[in-house]
Structures are given as structure tokens and as C-alpha cells.
């Protein structure tokens, strides 16, 4: 291993104990590391979603650059944590997206939002270092890759010589085929192969340096995975959460949310989001990327307050 510093509450990185279940910690006392110091999940975080982009499969996620720093003062009002901006769409049949293009979109608002709130860690979601490196350059503290490192090999020692914090997301494929259904291939045991390909992904990180610490492990609803797939990871989403690290969840408005409640549109997902969010809380998820922050706010801190 590249790099031996091993942050106080370090996980085993073998996903076979750990703070769940099995190891007997609580997630709560984790904190996530992120290049603005240490953010302590003692309560359920909000990662409030910004899409710089013309195309986000929820047209209410979308802004530009001239709108995004209201949107923004409003999402933090509304109790977001962390702010996640994005430059590519990942909704199948979306545009790939050049790095100067998506750079462009999103550094001169990363800038802004850095100037405006220094103290709110900024998150840029984006799976191309030459983009994830111009954003931290600009202020971010946390890369959101939402190809767990797979897919440009100079993302993760960017994220070690940053001293960024990392979401890790569980995918399969391109950023373009990753929503469909195309590798949504799993044996019967759905969550057994996430947990061994975030794994993985977990390798990749601490081989470049990336410490323990600051490594957030995502699940990826609805990404290389049919509604079914979606349900049993977070069915079983304690084996995640097993593994020692935060979890993040971004259940916000998918489809799966829809098809589980008798097919309904976009427009009409908030409240099966909410309920989606509550039961990954009560297993253990800590961080939650969401498009409607107030709502969601609202729901966690009463669910927080209920679960044993
Ligand atoms: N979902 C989306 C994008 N990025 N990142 C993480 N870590 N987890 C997620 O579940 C996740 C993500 C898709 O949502 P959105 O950004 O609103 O849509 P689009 O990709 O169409 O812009």
C-alpha cells in the first residue's frame, strides 16, 4: 500500500468487519475527511445537488452560472452541508461531455461558491481529473467520481496530492451506458458484488494515497441497476455500511423511485425519495445526495431523532 497513514477510526479494508453489525461501531461517530478538515457525521448530511448542465434527467436540478449562486444561498437556507455541482449529465442517451466544456460549466461556479461560503465544502462531480483538478484548483473539497476511479487512472492521485475528500460510487461502464440497464448483470447476491467492486474501488484510492479517512462509499441506486438490484442493495445496505467507511446515498427523484410507486414521473418523487433516504439512515447511510434539500432536511432530522 502506497500510503500507511491510518486516520483514528480507520476501517478494515477488507469489507469483512467493521463499524457495522458485525464490528459493533456506529457510523455516527465516523467523520469524513474532506480538503476543508473534518466533517463529522454525528448528523445526517445533506449534499445539496446543483446541475450546471442542459440536460440532467431532472429538469429542476438544472441551473447556470448566472443563477446558481441564489440557487445555491437557497439550498444552503434550506440546510444543505455540502454542495455538489456537476457538468455532465449521466442519464443514458445524454451528450458526452468534453473536459474544456465541462470545466467551463463548472470552475467559474465552484469559484464563486468557494468566495461566497469559504467554510462549505464544495463537491464536483465529475469522473475527469483534468476537470476534478481545475475545480479543486477553484475551491473544491471533495471529488464526487461517480466511476468509483475506474474510468481516468489520474483521478485518484489527484484526490491523494489534493488531500480532497472522495466520493467512491458504484457503477459499471461509461458514464454514458452507466444508468441503463446494459450491466445490470448480478448473480443472487446483488449487494455481495457492489460491496466487492467498491472494494475495489476502495484499492484504487488508498494505492494512490488516498487515506482511509477521507473515502466515501456510494452504492449507486439506480446506476447498472434494475429497480430489483436497487431494492436489494438497499435492503441490504448494512453490509455496506459494514465496511467502515461513510455511506452517501442519492435516491433523489430516480426512476426506481418512480416504478415502486406504481410508475409516477419525475415531477412526482419527492416523497418516495424521502422514504428511500429514512430507510438508508436506519441502516446506517450518513451523507445523502438530494435535489430537494428543505424536504429532506426536514425528514432526516425527525428520522434521526427515531432511529434507535
Ligand atoms: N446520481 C446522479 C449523479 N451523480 N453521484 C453520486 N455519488 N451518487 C448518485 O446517486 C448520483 C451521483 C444522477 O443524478 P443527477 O446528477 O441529478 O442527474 P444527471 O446525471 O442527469 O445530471
Given at each position: 500500500?502506497?500510503?500507511?497513514?491510518?486516520?483514528?477510526?480507520?476501517?478494515?479494508?477488507?469489507?469483512?468487519?467493521?463499524?457495522?453489525?458485525?464490528?459493533?461501531?456506529d457510523?455516527?461517530?465516523?467523520?469524513?475527511?474532506?480538503?476543508?478538515?473534518?466533517?463529522?457525521?454525528?448528523?445526517?448530511?445533506?449534499?445539496?445537488?446543483?446541475?450546471?448542465?442542459?440536460?440532467?434527467?431532472?429538469?429542476?436540478?438544472?441551473?447556470?452560472?448566472?443563477?446558481?449562486?441564489?440557487?445555491?444561498?437557497?439550498?444552503?437556507?434550506?440546510?444543505?452541508?455540502?454542495?455538489?455541482?456537476?457538468?455532465?449529465?449521466?442519464r443514458?442517451?445524454a451528450?458526452?461531455?468534453?473536459?474544456?466544456?465541462?470545466?467551463?460549466?463548472?470552475?467559474?461556479?465552484?469559484?464563486?461558491?468557494?468566495?461566497?461560503?469559504?467554510?462549505?465544502?464544495?463537491?464536483?462531480?465529475?469522473?475527469?481529473?483534468?476537470?476534478?483538478?481545475?475545480?479543486?484548483?477553484?475551491?473544491?473539497a471533495?471529488?464526487?467520481?461517480?466511476?468509483?476511479?475506474?474510468?481516468?487512472?489520474?483521478?485518484?492521485?489527484?484526490?491523494?496530492?489534493?488531500?480532497?475528500?472522495?466520493?467512491?460510487?458504484?457503477?459499471?461502464?461509461?458514464?454514458?451506458?452507466m444508468?441503463?440497464?446494459?450491466?445490470?448483470?448480478?448473480?443472487?447476491?446483488?449487494?455481495?458484488?457492489?460491496?466487492?467492486?467498491?472494494?475495489?474501488?476502495?484499492?484504487?484510492?488508498?494505492?494512490?494515497?488516498?487515506?482511509?479517512?477521507?473515502?466515501?462509499?456510494?452504492?449507486?441506486?439506480?446506476?447498472?441497476?434494475?429497480?430489483?438490484?436497487?431494492?436489494?442493495?438497499?435492503?441490504?445496505?448494512?453490509?455496506?455500511?459494514?465496511?467502515?467507511?461513510?455511506v452517501?446515498?442519492?435516491?433523489?427523484?430516480?426512476?426506481?423511485?418512480?416504478?415502486?410507486?406504481?410508475?409516477?414521473?419525475?415531477?412526482?418523487?419527492?416523497?418516495?425519495?424521502?422514504?428511500?433516504?429514512?430507510?438508508?439512515?436506519?441502516?446506517?447511510?450518513?451523507?445523502?445526495?438530494?435535489?430537494?434539500?428543505?424536504?429532506?432536511?426536514?425528514?432526516?432530522?425527525?428520522?434521526?431523532?427515531?432511529?434507535?
Amino acid at each position: 500500500m502506497a500510503n500507511d497513514v491510518v486516520p483514528v477510526d480507520s476501517p478494515p479494508l477488507d469489507g469483512t468487519a467493521g463499524i457495522g453489525p458485525s464490528g459493533g461501531g456506529d457510523p455516527r461517530s465516523l467523520s469524513w475527511r474532506t480538503r476543508l478538515g473534518p466533517l463529522p457525521l454525528d448528523r445526517p448530511r445533506i449534499m445539496g445537488v446543483l446541475n450546471l448542465t442542459p440536460d440532467s434527467f431532472w429538469p429542476g436540478s438544472r441551473t447556470d452560472a448566472d443563477d446558481a449562486l441564489r440557487r445555491a444561498e437557497a439550498l444552503i437556507g434550506a440546510g444543505a452541508d455540502l454542495l455538489d455541482l456537476g457538468g455532465e449529465s449521466t442519464r443514458p442517451g445524454a451528450a458526452a461531455v468534453p473536459p474544456a466544456e465541462e470545466a467551463a460549466r463548472v470552475v467559474p461556479v465552484v469559484r464563486a461558491l468557494a468566495r461566497e461560503w469559504p467554510e462549505l465544502p464544495i463537491s464536483v462531480d465529475t469522473v475527469k481529473a483534468a476537470v476534478a483538478e481545475a475545480a479543486l484548483d477553484a475551491g473544491a473539497a471533495v471529488v464526487n467520481d461517480v466511476s468509483g476511479l475506474r474510468l481516468d487512472p489520474a483521478m485518484a492521485p489527484l484526490v491523494a496530492r489534493a488531500g480532497a475528500g472522495v466520493v467512491l460510487m458504484h457503477s459499471r461502464s461509461t458514464v454514458e451506458r452507466m444508468a441503463s440497464y446494459e450491466t445490470a448483470a448480478y448473480g443472487d447476491d446483488v449487494v455481495g458484488e457492489v460491496v466487492a467492486e467498491l472494494g475495489e474501488a476502495v484499492d484504487r484510492a488508498r494505492a494512490a494515497g488516498v487515506p482511509g479517512n477521507a473515502i466515501a462509499l456510494d452504492p449507486g441506486l439506480g446506476f447498472s441497476k434494475r429497480t430489483a438490484d436497487t431494492v436489494a442493495v438497499l435492503r441490504s445496505l448494512r453490509r455496506l455500511v459494514a465496511m467502515g467507511f461513510p455511506v452517501l446515498v442519492g435516491p433523489s427523484r430516480k426512476r426506481f423511485v418512480g416504478e415502486l410507486a406504481g410508475g409516477l414521473p419525475v415531477e412526482e418523487r419527492l416523497p418516495g425519495t424521502i422514504a428511500a433516504c429514512v430507510v438508508a439512515l436506519g441502516a446506517g447511510a450518513r451523507l445523502f445526495r438530494v435535489h430537494d434539500v428543505a424536504a429532506v432536511r426536514r425528514a432526516l432530522d425527525v428520522a434521526e431523532a427515531l432511529v434507535p
